[in-house]
Structure formats: C-alpha cells, structure tokens
C-alpha cells in the first residue's frame, strides 16, 4: 500500500486522498511565503551596506572603518542567530513547528522596525541582534511542521521545494529593495518595505498553518527508519533528550561540519557580493544590488536539482552529490581569484557568482533540511535542523566579522582564496561522510 493511500483520515471517505494531497499544497506553500518572507528583513541589510556606510561617512568614519562597524553588525546579529538555533530551536519539539515558526516571522518585523528607529551603531547592533535571534527558531518550525506532514521519502523534494523559499525570498528582495534605492528612496524607507512583507505573511500563517495533518484527522507520517531514535522505546520529553543522542551520532557531527564550511562560503556571497561588485567593479549601488541576486536566483535551479536527485539516490547519496558539487565550486572560486577589477560592463564576476550558487546552494540545503530530518526524524527534527544550522552560522558569524578584515589586509584575491580553501576541505568531509554512511547501511542490511 502506497504512503498516501495509508494516511486516510480517520473518517474515511470517497475524496480522501486528494483532501490530504491539497493540505499539503497549501502547507508547502504558507511555509514557502513564509519562509520568503523571513529574508526581506535579512537581506535588507546585505543591500543597504552602501548606503549605511555613506551614512557613517558623513558622520566621520573611513569606508574601510564603516565597513568594518557594519561587518561587526552582521557578525554580532549573526551569532546570535547561531547560538538562537542551538540552544532554542529544539523547543519547537515541545510546543510545535508552527509556534517556533510565527514567533520568529513577529520577532523578524518587530526587531526591523527598531533598527529603523535607531541612530547610531549601538541600536543598530541591539535591533539587528533581536532580528537574528528571534529568527533563528523559524527554519527549525518550519522542518518540525514538515516531519508533521510528510514521509520521509519525499523530503527530498519537499525540502528542496522549501529550500527554495530563503532564495527566492531573497531574490525578490534584493530586486525590490534594488529598484526602491533606485528611485531614491533610502535604507530607513527599504527596511520599512520589508518589515510589511513579512508583516502580511505573519497574519497569513497565524490563520491558516496548521500543526499536523494528524490535527485535521490523518495518520502520523512514516518517518526515515535509520533516524537516530529509531528503536528507542520511550520518546523523548527534556531537551537533553532530544539533544543528546544527536552528538552521539558521528553522521550528524561530520554534518555540522559540513554546514560549518558551507554556511561560512554561502554568508560570504549573501552579505557581501553587492559590495564587491561596487568597490571592485564600480557598479552603482542600485545596480549592484540588483545583479546580487545572481546568486539566490541560480542557487534555487541547484536547490531542484539536487532534491530531486537525492530521493532518488536514497539518503547516503547526498553525501555522495555533496561532495561532487563542493568540489566544483573550487573552480569558480579561483577563477574569482584572478579578476582584475574597474570594469563596470564586466559580466565576468556576475557569471562566476552564478557558478558558486549552482554547485553550493544546492547541497547546502541538505544540510539542516533533508539530512536534519534523516537524522533527527519526528522526534528531534526541530532541533537537528537548529544544531546543524546554528554550528553553521557560527561559520557565518566568522564570515559576517572576517571578511571586511581579510579585505582590508589582503583584498578581494585574497577573500576568494581562503573561500576556496575552506570549501576544499568540507569537500572532504562529505566524501568521508558518504563512506561512512555507506558502510553503516552495509551493517544494517
């Protein structure tokens, strides 16, 4: 019997089937909005850096100084959002994915609009933090509705599908948020324009999410079968409980080494190739912005892609995908390397941008998607998500805080070839993760 012929309500009837297929739709899609959402009021900052550092210019600070205070922003926001995901997305497997996944989509607009309130780079750093943080259990929610609604054969797709939401919520930010600094509006009048976008999706979920398909009457979800509770006879209830068996688990440790690397390259290009394409090439501020969304827009054919691989490669086979796809993206990145700059009519490092987000957002978005679920299944799915990727935004933090400094003492060049080693090295790790899994599905079988 298929798995959606086995999730009848249990008031079955004639269009049982096809009501379950449709809430799932609609699922997918309030957690797609959503979760796009989220990224107007991340990737807000990423697109007004020239302009707030013009604004620290008039107050007496250098570019490279003002830089560097902005970078120290995102770094300090960015942390915050690694420590928010480790240490409190798991309570969205004790009080629901779609709790976890309102209250960040709230925190998201509050902490927005008190940065626009703000003057000066102390409330800026405090507004900018609350975002991070509030917004670190969002992803987290939303993986716990999925293990909720879905098999595990399909996470694959699913994840992918949602996967593509922060790209495409980040695309259509970057070009809206492009085209408004275009028509002369500034960096309070952008934050202001994303704060009602997420503002709007907020009510949307608030009325129409649901929890679980188990709360509209259907049957639990079959969850993967080599998940890390798999055969425990007690579910776990402590946050201990949920967290513990994780860290024991050496496929979860080698990927949140892999989320490490992967999150710290990704953070790299998110925050920061507006400004590259500004100060290297001499695009406009508007334009940069605009061509920066390269990288979500090509990232999101990877992210398709790659899902729809991985379900039918099975789950060792992400690993495998991963570190073919890791190790192309060494080539773009040294291509990076050997720019010269001043050219303003250059596609060149639009293009190779484009590389990066086709062989690295793809498999990134296993990371605490398809393989949290894996691992973590219905139990600790929030919180496998939530370890995996705060560990990697502590990557991002070192990103957010280093790059402006790496620029400073070694330029561009010199920012690309250290992206090119870190991803050589997660390379690595996923083809020892690969052989691992491998040789514990030989056991098993």
């Not at 300090?76 to 004790?94: E, H, K, P, Q, R």
């Not at 490490?260 to 590259?276: K, P, Q």
């Not at 999101?300 to 086979?317: E, Q």
Request: glycine content about 12%; overall charge positive; charged content about 10%.
């Amino acid at each position: 019997m298929s798995s959606e012929a086995s999730a009848l309500p249990r008031a079955s009837g004639p269009g049982a089937v096809d009501s379950l297929r449709v809430r799932k739709i609609a699922t997918v899609a309030l957690l797609f909005a959503g979760y796009a959402a989220y990224y107007f009021c991340r990737a807000n900052l990423s697109v007004a850096v020239p302009l707030l550092s013009e604004e620290l210019q008039r107050h007496g600070f250098s570019n490279a100084d003002a830089l560097v205070h902005i970078g120290d922003i995102a770094l300090w926001g960015t942390f915050a959002y690694a420590v928010g995901n480790i240490f409190l997305t798991g309570v969205g497997d004790i009080w629901g994915g779609k709790r976890s996944f309102t209250i960040g989509l709230g925190g998201a607009v509050v902490f927005t609009l008190l940065f626009v309130s703000g003057g000066g780079l102390p409330l800026f750093t405090m507004a900018w933090i609350g975002n991070r943080l509030t917004q670190s259990i969002g992803w987290g929610g939303l993986i716990k509705t999925c293990s909720r609604w879905f098999d595990y054969s399909s996470y694959g797709a699913v994840i992918g599908i949602l996967s593509l939401s922060f790209l495409v919520g980040d695309a259509i930010a970057r070009q809206s948020m492009g085209f408004l600094i275009q028509q002369g509006f500034g960096w309070r009048e952008v934050f202001l324009f994303g704060a009602g976008v997420a503002a709007l999706l907020l009510v949307l979920n608030l009325l129409f999410l649901r929890e679980s398909r188990a709360e509209l009457g259907f049957s639990e979800p079959q969850v993967n079968p080599l998940n890390v509770f798999a055969g425990s006879a007690q579910k776990p209830k402590t946050f201990f409980q949920i967290v513990a068996p994780l860290f024991l688990s050496r496929a979860f440790l080698v990927v949140c080494f892999l989320s490490l690397g992967c999150t710290l390259v990704r953070e790299s290009f998110s925050l920061w190739d507006a400004t590259y394409l500004r100060d290297f090439f001499g695009y406009s501020a508007g334009r940069a912005a605009g061509m920066s969304a390269v990288f979500p827009v090509v990232g999101a054919v990877s992210v398709l892609l790659t899902g729809w691989i991985s379900d039918r490669l099975g789950p060792i086979g992400r690993a495998m995908v991963m570190f073919f796809s890791l190790s192309a993206v060494v080539v773009p990145l040294v291509a990076l390397v050997s720019l010269r700059g001043g050219y303003s009519a250059s596609f060149a490092p639009v293009v190779l941008i484009g590389l990066v987000a086709l062989f690295l957002l793809g498999p990134y978005s296993y990371l605490a998607g398809a393989f949290a679920l894996d691992l973590g299944g219905s139990e600790a799915g929030a919180a496998s998500a939530g370890v995996i990727d705060g560990i990697g935004y502590l990557g991002g933090a070192i990103a957010d805080g280093g790059i402006p400094r790496l620029f400073v003492i070694f330029g561009w060049r010199g920012v690309f070839a250290a992206l090119a080693a870190i991803t050589a090295l997660s390379a690595l790790a996923a083809a020892y993760l690969y052989l691992y899994q491998r040789g514990l599905e030989k056991k098993i079988s």
